[in-house]
């Protein structure tokens, strides 16, 4: 079967060059961007830099053994409260944070070792109030189902969006094997599927993580080829062809 006419990359007029060249620059950073907002949200979960399995098991599944008040005072508030205070707290945030112990036992902890930086510091939870207290000392169920609801469909509708008009650019590119370039262009849309799949199944088992790790990694390689081929063939092919066939 003969393959139909299709403009090519190479000879796309100027203006449209511009264009495609300006979106797939555009684009392209804000890939990267969100790679670094994921490694900064996603991967300090666990409290360490990089995405790990442990930083998607907690972002999605939750830490359901414990609250994030136990697991911060087990880790980089551990020196903050001294041996017996840590106990007390952490006994409480185990048997549920029974309001009826805060005036007496627990805020008598927290005003003496953690407000001087809980209370002054915006964006930290203010230990030393008992409602923001509660919310830390509460098991840590993960993402909640209302917003992976909410996240997903903005996902899919925007992200496949982008993936259309990258999609729809590299068409035009040059030198691929059909398949191959039908392949590619198919892929992120796949992995995309797989990688909203991946999130439900890691809230409701942690043993999915792996799966969430492949669908991103599965469309950002896809999409980076894509734009790196388009762009070689707007903007540097032509140049070299021309200085070849002139020498
Ligand atoms: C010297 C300042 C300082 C003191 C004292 C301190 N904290 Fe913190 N705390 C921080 C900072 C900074 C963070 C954010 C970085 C992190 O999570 O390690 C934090 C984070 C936390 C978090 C996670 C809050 C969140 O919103 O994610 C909890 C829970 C916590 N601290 C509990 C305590 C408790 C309980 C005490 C007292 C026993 C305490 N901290 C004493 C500085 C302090």
């Known amino acids: 079967m003969k393959e139909m006419m299709w403009a090519s990359l190479e000879d796309l007029a100027l203006p449209v060059k511009a264009l495609f060249t300006g979106y797939l620059l555009v684009v392209g950073l804000g890939l990267l961007m969100a790679g670094g907002q994921i490694l900064l949200t996603h991967g300090m979960a666990d409290g360490k830099l990089g995405l790990s399995m442990d930083d998607l098991v907690y972002s999605y599944y939750g830490n359901?053994?414990?609250?994030?008040?136990?697991?911060?005072?087990?880790?980089?508030?551990?020196?903050?409260?001294?041996?017996?205070?840590?106990?007390?707290?952490?006994?409480?945030?185990?048997?549920?944070?029974?309001?009826?112990?805060?005036?007496?036992?627990?805020?008598?902890?927290?005003?003496?070792?953690?407000?001087?930086?809980?209370?002054?510091?915006?964006?930290?939870?203010?230990?030393?109030?008992?409602?923001?207290?509660?919310?830390?000392?509460?098991?840590?169920?993960?993402?909640?189902?209302?917003?992976?609801?909410?996240?997903?469909?903005?996902?899919?509708?925007?992200?496949?969006?982008?993936?259309?008009?990258?999609?729809?650019?590299?068409?035009?590119?040059?030198?691929?094997?059909?398949?191959?370039?039908?392949?590619?262009?198919?892929?992120?849309?796949?992995?995309?599927?797989?990688?909203?799949?991946?999130?439900w199944l890691t809230k409701m088992h942690p043993g999915f993580a792996w799966l969430v790790m492949v669908g991103g990694f599965g469309y950002s390689l896809a999409s980076t080829v894509m734009i790196f081929s388009s762009l070689y063939q707007m903007c540097i092919k032509p140049f070299r062809t021309k200085k070849a066939g002139s020498s």
């Open 64 to 199: 359901r053994g414990g609250s994030k008040l136990e697991a911060k005072l087990n880790g980089s508030m551990k020196d903050y409260a001294p041996g017996e205070a840590r106990l007390v707290l952490i006994k409480w945030a185990r048997a549920g944070a029974p309001e009826g112990e805060w005036e007496a036992k627990i805020k008598p902890i927290t005003d003496r070792n953690c407000i001087v930086c809980h209370a002054n510091m915006p964006g930290l939870a203010n230990v030393g109030v008992k409602d923001d207290m509660l919310k830390v000392a509460a098991t840590d169920n993960g993402a909640t189902i209302n917003t992976l609801t909410r996240v997903s469909h903005i996902h899919l509708f925007g992200i496949a969006f982008i993936f259309f008009f990258i999609g729809l650019i590299f068409s035009f590119a040059t030198g691929f094997n059909p398949i191959v370039k039908a392949l590619l262009i198919f892929t992120p849309f796949m992995f995309l599927i797989i990688d909203i799949a991946a999130w």
